[in-house]
């Protein structure tokens, strides 16, 4: 049931720590996946008009019927007293709360401008709070540029929900991370199936499932990224499943072989429940691993995914990593698939970016995994890029999605491949 790890992994690897300049989105980015997750909840973005553009612009095409998120645009003249953007956006929340009854959760979201920053998101928080109980709650966590990178904003989110959950004495296992929920269902049914339960999970999909916590619930993550709010669940009584991501069919069989030693399944049903899937799973990764194979891959640090992805592509898919950058690497998370990742790479954590373009363009990967600032410019020098922001966007978890996960980097080797051939 347990992965191999290769005879010298990561795992005690040295880690080259860059903390200059970055290329990464805020967290108000994920508000795009985390409205469509929770469906009664709505984002409130306290911030500038930036914000409402970077909202709109990333949210683009996936605003359909009532959006579930807005910007309230503070301008200079605000500042002229802090109480006045205090009642300003109290008689704001009153007008959407009245108009909008299927709200039960509002989170207001802070942002970078520097009047937002001196607003104190947390006090009106708990003052509109009281004011629209037992109908909403209100909550409050920053998204700002200054203190998040894009996938940060979930866990600043999560992290910000978990005080106030209900308290409970039962033995539960609680899932965290926001998956889309046809992957969320796949998990649960295999969980189900090694007569694992009951399962809840963070975020829940209305307010009325929302979990509770305590010191028998033992938790699972299903994102890398979610270092905060591991901390807010620690500190509230629960206790930490540690595994390695569940990408890929070794990731989903560890992922999962680690909650069954939890919850004491058997080896037999384990197989039983996981064989199917299992070469499933094989299966769909194999067609695009004749594409892999032997491609090297260098990952800029965006996502946090990329350490559990560097693991993957290498250890499935036959890549080899040649740098694998993160934005931070949190150890009780990132351990596991560390310890499995096999020796070579450059293992980074946080970003100089000119230093490491200079190194991707020495390194000339096949693939270069990166933002969306830099994949042009580095196509443009001839390297073939994936956008970091596609692998957070797509379902990519457990079993089912382990070929289009794979797929996902075999299709820009493919067209680069495809481009060559109409060239020459
Ligand atoms: Fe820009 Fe900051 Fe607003 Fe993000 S939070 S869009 S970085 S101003």
Redesign the pocket.
């Known amino acids: 049931m347990t992965a191999m790890p290769p005879a010298r992994g990561c795992g005690n690897a040295p880690v080259l720590k860059e903390r200059g300049q970055r290329e990464v989105f805020?967290?108000?980015t994920g508000i795009i996946w985390l409205h469509r997750k929770m469906q009664d909840a709505f984002f409130l973005v306290v911030?500038?008009r930036?914000?409402a553009h970077?909202l709109q612009s990333a949210a683009g095409v996936m605003i359909f019927a009532e959006p579930r998120f807005a910007t309230a645009i503070l301008e200079e003249t605000d500042l002229a007293g802090l109480a006045d953007a205090q009642d300003e956006l109290d008689r704001e929340v009153a007008r959407l709360l009245s108009r909008r009854p299927d709200i039960r959760q509002l989170f207001l979201v802070g942002?970078?401008?520097s009047e937002v920053i001196k607003l104190d998101l947390g006090k009106a928080a708990e003052r509109l709070s009281a004011r629209h109980a037992p109908h909403v709650r209100v909550l409050n966590y920053s998204?700002?540029?200054?203190e998040t990178t894009f996938t940060e904003g979930e866990d600043a989110c999560l992290a910000a929900m978990v005080p106030a959950l209900p308290k409970t004495q039962a033995r539960e296992l609680l899932l965290v991370g926001a998956l889309p929920d046809v992957v969320e269902d796949q998990a649960l049914a295999l969980l189900d199936g090694l007569g694992i339960g009951p399962v809840r999970c963070l975020p829940a999909r209305r307010a009325d499932d929302i979990p509770a916590i305590g010191p028998e619930t033992v938790f699972a993550l299903t994102q890398p990224f979610l270092g905060e709010t591991h901390a807010a669940l620690i500190r509230h009584g629960a206790r930490h499943i540690a595994a390695p991501m569940p990408f890929g069919e070794e990731g989903t069989t560890a992922w999962l072989a680690a909650i069954a030693r939890e919850f004491g399944v058997d080896a037999e049903r384990f197989e039983a429940v996981t064989a199917a899937p299992r070469a499933r799973a094989r299966k769909a990764v194999e067609a695009a691993t004749r594409t892999l194979s032997g491609k090297r891959i260098f990952f800029f640090p965006d996502s946090q995914l990329e350490i559990p992805l560097a693991r993957f592509l290498t250890r499935e898919c036959g890549m080899e990593a040649v740098e694998v950058g993160q934005p931070f690497i949190h150890s009780e998370i990132a351990g596991p698939d560390l310890a499995l990742l096999p020796e070579g790479p450059v293992i980074s954590e946080g970003q100089d970016v000119d230093r490491q373009i200079d190194r991707a363009r020495e390194a000339r990967a096949d693939l270069t995994v990166c933002g969306l600032g830099l994949a042009n410019p580095l196509e443009a020098e001839g390297l073939t890029t994936k956008w970091a922001i596609e692998l957070v966007f797509t379902p990519v978890h457990f079993y089912e999605q382990a070929g289009d996960l794979a797929e996902l980097f075999a299709r820009p080797l493919r067209r680069r491949a495809a481009l060559k051939l109409e060239a020459a």
């Open positions: 805020c967290g108000l911030g500038s930036t914000c970077l942002s970078c401008p998204g700002s540029g200054i």
